[in-house]
Nanobody
Framework: QVQLVESGGGLVQAGGSLRLSCAASRSIFIGNVMGWYRQAPGKQRELVATIHSGGNTRYAVSVKGRFAISRDNVKYTVYLQMNSLKPEDTGVYYC??????WGKGTLVTVSS
């Protein structure tokens, strides 16, 4: 069964940190670009960061320098380390495989 399962969301104060994890099925992880997207209340889903199988990364301007995406090609897991969190980072964070699969999301709430 193909799946992406996110974890690590929660409530944090502004300036704090969280680390999200996404465990993927091997078939949709190996060789594929993996990414994190987020959707704030009342807004469209937006790209946060992506990482290629070789390690090349791309970030949204709003998170560059604060967030770091990484992947473990043995554990089929992608991570998102989020530092210096701001209230505007609040939203549901979704894991994505470029093969077309999405996780169910994990909620991140940053209080001011």
């Amino acid at each position: 069964q193909v799946q992406l399962v996110e974890s690590g969301g929660g409530l944090v104060q502004a300036g704090g940190s969280l680390r999200l994890s996404c465990a993927a099925s091997r078939s949709i992880f190996i060789g594929n670009v993996m990414g994190w997207y987020r959707q704030a209340p009342g807004k469209q889903r937006e790209l946060v960061a992506t990482i290629h199988s070789g390690g090349n990364t791309r970030y949204a301007v709003s998170v560059k320098g604060r967030f770091a995406i990484s992947r473990d090609n043995v554990k089929y897991t992608v991570y998102l380390q989020m530092n210096s969190l701001k209230p505007e980072d609040t939203g549901v964070y979704y894991c994505n495989s470029a093969s077309g699969y999405w996780g169910k999301g994990t909620l991140v709430t940053v209080s001011s």
